[in-house]
C-alpha cells in the first residue's frame, strides 16, 4: 500500500503534519487559517521524502472558539479521513492522531 496524497480541507486554526522515522522527521505542511475559512492544500509525499515507512503526525492547534481539521489520505486510490477539532474554546493543542504511511 502506497500513499499517494494527503489532502488538507479543514485547518482551523493551525495545522502541522509531520512525517517520523528513527532517524528524524520532517515537517511536510504547517498551515495557520482561522473563522473557519474553506482549505485546499495537497502534499504529494514521494516528491518530498524518500521511499520508506514513516509515521505521519497530524497536531491541530487552537486559538480560542471552535476548531476544526480534516486531512484526507489517499493510500492505493483509496481515501481516509481523519479529522478532529472542538467546539471548547480550548487555547492550544487539541487534535493529535498518528497513521502509519508508506512511501
Request: avoid cysteine; proline fraction near 5%; aromatic fraction near 8%.
Amino acid at each position: 500500500m502506497t500513499i499517494t496524497q494527503i489532502k488538507v480541507t479543514k485547518a482551523d486554526n493551525e495545522l502541522f503534519l509531520i512525517a517520523s522515522t528513527a532517524r528524524g522527521s520532517s515537517e511536510l505542511l504547517h498551515y495557520k487559517s482561522g473563522g473557519n475559512k474553506p482549505v485546499d492544500v495537497t502534499i504529494y509525499p514521494s516528491v518530498i521524502l524518500a521511499p520508506g515507512t514513516y509515521s505521519l503526525t497530524m497536531v491541530g492547534v487552537n486559538w480560542g472558539g471552535p476548531s476544526a481539521y480534516e486531512v484526507i489520505v489517499t493510500e492505493d486510490d483509496t481515501d481516509t479521513p481523519y479529522s478532529g477539532g472542538s467546539s471548547s474554546g480550548s487555547v492550544g493543542v487539541d487534535w493529535t492522531q498518528t497513521i502509519s504511511i508508506n512511501i
